[in-house]
């Protein structure tokens, strides 16, 4: 495995390059800013922890990374979970929740499990986020409408009785400025992109809140001011009870920032023709998800809508994303007293915005307009992420789809003798290969297999050789549509094997392919069914059951 840095520096690396890099790795880092800072408040966490994470993690994962465009940090995926966390566990918690999952993800890499994520489906995706999206959104309603609310609790549906019955505490001024907000974000990008709304709607709002003197919350009044300087290292305290406790959470963080990164990766292959390495990334991500915690961060993932703008913006190499994490950086040093005074209902529309583009509403009702099984696993999804847990959502809906693939697998497998009353046939088969075509010899059964013979259509195989109506002299198994077979298949040709020759018949195999083949040799039932009877087509297992017919005669 070798970073995708080491190879751009290796083909070699032009002034020119580095200019565009530059100039989307700023780009970028500006629009990083706002969104640490928003993704960190709305996790409960401190905002300049969100900026740590931005700096730290974006610039190791750019560094170690599979992927030429990678732009990491925190992101919306991870307020849920992090938000759970920290109110259970307090960021001590945390960190060691995060440690442990930058760790799975480099034992992931190493294992080459990067292919096994970009496995998990599509209606589960999307499931999920939509799921986190609609908490997100339910979570800045108060901020945005300038609720006096308190803490909020936890649960989606206590948290919206919590706003019922604080209702007539809504802020006119926060509601001004929070609707302003979301006018800028929806309106800017239509005139422009070369600079990213959230900038414009946080700096245009912070400046028209103090000029005014409005009395809305600021971050400053909520968390204090903002450090402007560098993030130190620190070592958590840790005990093995903490770490046994935070091994469930820290799956979830592991698993989330897996199939996050990925999925960010793949998008970014698709807009420029590359390819990442999976397994790289992986790693990439979780180192740097173990030094972020450690510099003060919360856990990191790949980014789609910044990976995204640094394509757009001309990033082509990792170079962008290590510019994006300085530029981050410089920022915070220069500007970050300056945050204090964001509105936090600004924030709050920022974050509906994302909460928007993380709704997969298109995706929702494309999937809604397809198959039944993919809409059941979609709303499976959906429903558990946003009552119970991501964790249980992914879960569960990766085992309700691996059911209904197994059903859909057993559907397209079929195993019918194709040699019962052929004389009774009025329609010849289309197919040249029919047997229908051929002659067949008195005492010769066909029996043909479709699909895959596994676990869950083996009933439905031995059900079908129940059809064959006493003892034939040769049964001929064809193959030429079986596609794969495991164990327990195996074991139903080896029954089928034993059965055979208890009523005297000679079992005969035609056209099988590599995978089924080489089960049979593995497992010795080939030199058990005899090699001589394992022919390539149904014309040499026909010659091959005359022969076995006038060599008994």
Request: hydrophobic share 50%; charged share 15%; aromatic share 6%.
């Amino acid at each position: 495995m070798t970073p995708k840095l080491f190879t751009v520096l290796k083909e070699g690396y032009s002034l020119r390059q580095f200019t565009s890099d530059a100039a989307a790795g700023i780009l970028v880092g500006i629009l990083a800013l706002p969104l640490a800072i928003a993704f960190a408040i709305a996790s409960g966490v401190k905002p300049e922890q969100g900026l740590y994470t931005a700096v730290v993690a974006g610039l190791v994962v750019s560094v170690l990374g599979g992927s030429r465009v990678q732009i990491s940090g925190p992101t919306g995926a991870f307020i849920v979970v992090i938000y759970g966390i920290v109110q259970q566990y307090g960021y001590n918690g945390l960190v060691v929740a995060t440690v442990i999952a930058g760790f799975l993800l480099i034992a992931m890499g190493f294992a080459r499990m990067g292919a096994l994520l970009r496995l998990i489906p599509y209606p589960v995706t999307v499931g999920f986020t939509s799921g986190i999206a609609l908490i997100i959104f339910s979570s800045q309603l108060g901020d945005l409408l300038g609720l006096s609310t308190g803490p909020l609790p936890a649960d989606l549906i206590e948290k919206y009785i919590v706003y019922g019955e604080h209702v007539t505490t809504a802020n006119g001024m926060t509601l001004a400025v929070g609707l302003g907000s979301l006018a800028i974000l929806i309106v800017w990008p239509r005139l422009t992109h070369a600079v990213p709304a959230p900038l414009v709607a946080l700096a245009v709002m912070t400046a028209g809140v103090q000029i005014l003197g409005l009395p809305v919350d600021t971050v400053g009044t909520r968390f204090g001011s903002v450090p402007n300087s560098l993030p130190t290292l620190s070592i958590p305290s840790i005990s093995w009870d903490l770490v046994t406790t935070m091994f469930g959470p820290g799956l979830t963080i592991a698993l989330l920032a897996g199939i996050e990164s990925l999925l960010s990766a793949v998008v970014a292959d698709g807009m420029i023709g590359t390819r990442h390495r999976s397994n790289m990334e992986l790693v990439a991500q979780g180192v740097g998800n173990v030094l972020s915690p450690l510099f003060g961060g919360i856990p990191a993932t790949g980014a789609i809508a910044r990976t995204a703008s640094n394509i757009k913006a001309g990033g082509r190499t990792p170079v962008s994303g290590i510019v994006h994490s300085i530029t981050v950086l410089l920022l915070m040093i220069v500007f970050g007293e300056w945050a204090s005074y964001i509105p936090m209902a600004s924030l709050a529309a920022v974050l509906v915005v994302v909460a928007y583009n993380m709704s997969e509403w298109r995706a929702c009702t494309k999937i809604f307009r397809g198959p039944r099984s993919d809409m059941a696993i979609l709303l499976t999804t959906f429903l558990l992420t946003v009552f119970i847990d991501l964790t249980v959502a992914i879960e569960a809906g990766v085992v309700l789809s691996a059911f209904l693939f197994l059903r859909q697998m057993v559907s397209v497998s079929q195993a019918q003798l194709v040699t019962r009353d052929l004389e009774e046939r009025e329609e010849e088969s289309d197919d040249p290969l029919s047997i229908t075509r051929r002659s067949v010899p008195q005492g010769v059964e066909v029996f043909e297999i479709y699909g895959s013979l596994f676990y869950a259509a083996v009933d439905q195989f031995k059900e079908s050789l129940r059809t064959i109506k006493g003892a034939p002299r040769v049964l001929i198994l064809r193959t030429r549509h079986l596609l794969a077979i495991d164990a327990t298949g195996l074991r139903a040709l080896e029954d089928l094997l034993e059965r055979t020759k208890r009523d005297g018949t000679t079992l005969v195999i035609s056209g099988i392919h590599k995978q089924p083949l080489h089960m049979l040799s593995v497992s010795g039932l080939m030199e058990r069914i005899g090699p001589d009877n394992v022919c390539g087509n149904i014309d040499e297992a026909l010659e091959r059951a005359r022969a076995i017919l006038g060599g008994a005669s």
